[in-house]
Structures are given as C-alpha cells and as structure tokens.
C-alpha cells in the first residue's frame, strides 16, 4: 500500500536561514511526488511535483525539493525562509498508474519567526 | 480563470439536519474529489469522479453521505443526517486529465454541528 510521511509536525526556523520540511513515502512502482501548501483559512496551493527527470525540482516562491530513490525521500527545501512562508505543508505522492490515487501527508507546520 | 468554486463557505447546523455542500470545478477538468480536513485525521479523500462518474468512494465514512456529481460543471455533498462529528473543512478539487495531474482546490466548506 502507499504511504507518505511527515516526520515533524512543526518546524521552526528563523528569517534568512534555510529551511528543510520532510517527506519520505512508499509506493510500488515509481512515483509521482507533491508538494501543496495551505495559508490559514484557504484551500491547498500546488508548490512544485517530481514526475520524471532532474531529481532536483524547482517550484513556486523559491521552493525546491530534492527527489532521493535510495532514501524514498522528497524534502522541501528553501535558501532562505521569510516570514510569509508560515504555513501548513502537506507533501503526496501517487504510484505511476492509471488507478493511482494521490495520498497526503499529515501535514507539517513551518513557522518562520523575524 | 476562475478557480474551484465551492459553497457554502461556512455552514453552522444543528445536529440530524441535512447539510448540501455545492462545487463548481475547474471548466475542462475531468476528475473532481472530495476531501474532508480535521485536526485529528488530517486530509482524507471521500470520494472522486472521473467524467462525472463516481470512481472510488472508498473514503466516504458511512451511509449518511453521499455525493453527486450530474454534470459536468456541478457537484454536491450531502450529509444526511448530520452529526458533530462531521465538523471538519472540506474541500472540493479538481484536475485536468490524470489523478497524477496537479490538483486545484477550492477554499473549502467550514462546517460545524452543534
């Protein structure tokens, strides 16, 4: 069965410094691999996806993540955090199959003091 | 471009009342889902369509819901009767071809049961 986790439910880190949410996942087969992110009181917004290609994936805001096969691993990168990057980040990961459906993780809270 | 459009935005109802919760997807995508967010679960997937139709309602918790979806540009959740356990946001999505597409949400239902 596929799987995603988050390890830490909150990260802390302050202005300027980089930040690093985790995710690692199982899946049979390869995977699709997400990254949405969720502002208070709103829907989730798309950040950046792993299909196929450079394991290193370049999103929106500045956001990166690294695809690691060895490991099963997606982590959500930034050089440096800004404040307005406070939010809930949710990483999924889909099998490559007609069928497959996208499963989320339990979410990880990035908060980002000045 | 209009995105994923959902209502009510926040519904507070008494408990054994009938709660409908409307979606209007992205025009020209093909998948709708339905997710349910609580604190304690996290992000679950009720239910997805494909082409209007129900493919997967693995996730719909029990016979009081039910989902709909009679065209294209429509669909609905209905909660029959409801409970305060139901309390949760839930989202409505939609994605354009393959569940491995990327997946746009509304700002979500914010239901309360007392």
Redo the contacts between chains.
Sequence with gaps: AQSVAQPEDQVNVAEGNPLTVKCTYSVSGNPYLFWYVQYPNRGLQFLLKYITGDNLVKGSYGFEAEFNKSQTSFHLKKPSALVSDSALYFCAVSPYNPGGKLIFGQGTELSVKP | DAG?IQSPRHEVTEMGQEVTLRCKPISGHDYLFWYRQTMMR??E?LI?FNNNVPI?DSGMPEDRFSAKMPNASFSTLKIQPSEPRDSAVY?C?SSPR???D???????SWLTVV
Excluded: C, K, P, R
Aim: no cysteine.
């Design positions: 994923v996290g992000l997937l997805y997967d989202f999505a393959n569940l491995w990327t997946i746009y949400f509304g700002e979500g």
